[in-house]
């Protein structure tokens, strides 16, 4: 990738720059997000809800290992991009190199201790007889395949810091067609059940980063690089896991809310609620993936203006991506409200299942336009190098107000209070970020007159 191509973060219009690095990743995610939907189609229509409670039950164990890999690729992509803006190429190719092995050592020693320990970790997230088998044949294909998935996901990352959104929207595009066509081929035709269903997800996620791996091995000059980049060196690694940490930290805390949520279903909706809960979790990575897009595409932008001192087009930037993702976010609560039993028939012909799915979906999703503000605000932190406020506000929904609001409001509305727990959570959580964004806007058009634009 020429440096002529990476420069032009620092002096393009923003909004053609948003649009060019993030409708690629947008397109990606709505074909990932499809992907998980049709998943569950399959598993639902083909193997039964106590499959898709199944796959609930191993889901908080899967975010984990994704949430090492979110930590050390967004950790790595940002401080790439803020070296290229700072003009400070050596460094650049040192995060790379170090990013490639601290996702090898760290997420290969999670893989490995959490396949030795899958059933008593299965046990803890609310596994139980025919639920227990289901979620531990998906996840001991499934988890060993994430150490291909860890470089997937980072050089898809850095692939876009470097300003080529195209590459890596093929290759989740390869990745999730194929995994539907594996997924019919397993499910439907071979009968594998929840096996072919996680065998799909892994060979396709090998082919698809085998189709990232012979691009860079052609074209990218920053990625493929020398021995001594892949040594780590202590201020990078700091660098990288203080940047990314608030991405691991949020994946986390959704497990120990997954955790949580799977229990308190668990007793008040029993395999039901968990089946439930399963439905809800695929219909939200399809609202919400549109807007992970977004920030993908935002944060190579904010990094690298921020790095070169560019604090006008950094708060541009930031703006202009809070309008995309509450666009994509009022659709996508729209089409809950207005279609919810059609949403929900569509994974089951269960009537109880589509009753209870869709009162449930109408009340989760009825203030999704505004946590546009949540999501692309705490990811914002990142770009401008403030690891502690975007720990802070990674994790402020889930710890500070979801898992106290699902503990208690069950309690008094029965499985109903589950449900509640999203859109109270969503608001408050909306209201914090939201002021401590002014403050960072503010500072930052301070700036602006201290610093003069390069």
């Known amino acids: 990738?020429?440096?002529?191509?990476?420069?032009?973060?620092?002096?393009?219009?923003?909004?053609?720059?948003?649009?060019?690095?993030?409708?690629?990743?947008?397109?990606?995610?709505?074909?990932?997000?499809?992907?998980?939907?049709?998943?569950?189609?399959?598993?639902?229509?083909?193997?039964g809800k106590e499959a898709l409670a199944g796959i609930t039950v191993a889901f908080p164990v899967i975010m984990i290992s994704f949430a090492i890999i979110i930590m050390i690729t967004t950790g790595g992509s940002a401080m790439f991009s803020i070296y290229l803006g700072k003009r400070d190429e050596d460094k650049a190719k040192t995060c790379v190199g170090n990013s490639y092995t601290l996702t090898a050592l760290i997420l290969g020693l999670f893989i490995l201790g959490a396949s030795l320990f899958r059933f008593p970790i299965l046990q803890a997230f609310g596994g139980r007889g025919e639920v227990l088998g289901y979620a531990n044949d998906y996840m001991r294909i499934v988890l060993p395949f994430h150490f291909v998935l860890g470089f997937q996901v980072l050089w898809e990352h850095l692939t876009r810091a470097e300003g080529n959104a195209r590459i890596p929207m093929r290759s989740i595009m390869i990745s999730s067609i194929l995994n539907i066509f594996l997924d019919y081929l397993f499910i439907m035709v071979f009968s594998w059940g929840v096996v072919g269903a996680a065998w799909a997800t892994g060979l396709a996620q090998l082919v698809g980063t085998s189709y990232l791996a012979l691009y860079l091995l052609r074209y990218s000059k920053r990625q493929v690089?020398?021995?001594?980049?892949?040594?780590?060196?202590?201020?990078?690694?700091?660098?990288?896991?203080?940047?990314?940490?608030?991405?691991?930290?949020?994946?986390?805390?959704?497990?120990?809310?997954?955790?949580?949520?799977?229990?308190?279903?668990?007793?008040?909706?029993?395999?039901?609620?968990?089946?439930?809960?399963?439905?809800?979790?695929?219909?939200?990575?399809?609202?919400?993936?549109?807007?992970?897009?977004?920030?993908?595409?935002?944060?190579?932008?904010?990094?690298?203006?921020?790095?070169?001192?560019?604090?006008?087009?950094?708060?541009?930037t930031l703006g202009y991506s809070i309008l995309g993702a509450t666009g994509f976010l009022t659709l996508g609560c729209i089409v809950s409200?207005?279609?919810?039993?059609?949403?929900?028939?569509?994974?089951?012909?269960?009537?109880?299942?589509?009753?209870?799915?869709a009162r449930a979906l109408r009340i989760t999703t009825m203030l999704f336009p505004i946590i546009s503000i949540q999501m692309v605000g705490s990811a914002s932190?990142?770009?401008?190098?403030?690891?502690?406020?975007?720990?802070?506000?990674?994790?402020?929904?889930?710890?500070?107000?979801?898992?106290?609001?699902?503990?208690?409001?069950?309690?008094?509305?029965?499985?109903?209070?589950?449900?509640?727990?999203?859109?109270?959570?969503?608001?408050?959580?909306?209201?914090?970020?939201?002021?401590?964004?002014?403050?960072?806007?503010?500072?930052?058009?301070?700036?602006?007159?201290?610093?003069?634009?390069?």
Do not use: C
Request: glycine share 8%; aromatic share 10%.
């Open 225 to 316: 690089v020398e021995r001594r980049h892949w040594r780590l060196n202590p201020t990078i690694v700091r660098e990288i896991l203080g940047v990314g940490f608030s991405s691991f930290a949020r994946q986390v805390t959704f497990s120990v809310q997954a955790l949580i949520l799977n229990n308190v279903a668990l007793a008040y909706g029993g395999d039901l609620g968990l089946a439930v809960l399963g439905v809800l979790s695929r219909i939200f990575n399809f609202l919400v993936l549109p807007v992970f897009g977004v920030i993908q595409g935002m944060q190579p932008i904010m990094s690298f203006n921020f790095g070169a001192g560019l604090y006008k087009r950094t708060r541009q």
């Open 381 to 454: 932190f990142q770009s401008l190098k403030k690891p502690i406020l975007a720990l802070v506000f990674s994790v402020i929904r889930q710890v500070l107000l979801f898992i106290p609001l699902v503990a208690v409001l069950p309690l008094f509305l029965g499985l109903d209070g589950i449900w509640w727990t999203y859109p109270i959570a969503d608001l408050v959580a909306m209201l914090a970020t939201g002021v401590v964004l002014m403050a960072q806007m503010k500072k930052l058009r301070m700036d602006e007159v201290k610093i003069p634009a390069l």
């Open 1 to 47: 990738m020429s440096s002529m191509k990476t420069d032009r973060l620092g002096t393009e219009k923003i909004t053609t720059l948003l649009k060019e690095l993030s409708l690629p990743a947008i397109a990606g995610m709505i074909i990932n997000a499809t992907y998980n939907v049709v998943d569950g189609i399959f598993i639902g229509r083909g193997v």
């Open 337 to 357: 409200q207005l279609f919810s039993v059609q949403v929900l028939s569509i994974f089951s012909q269960d009537p109880e299942l589509i009753a209870v799915g």
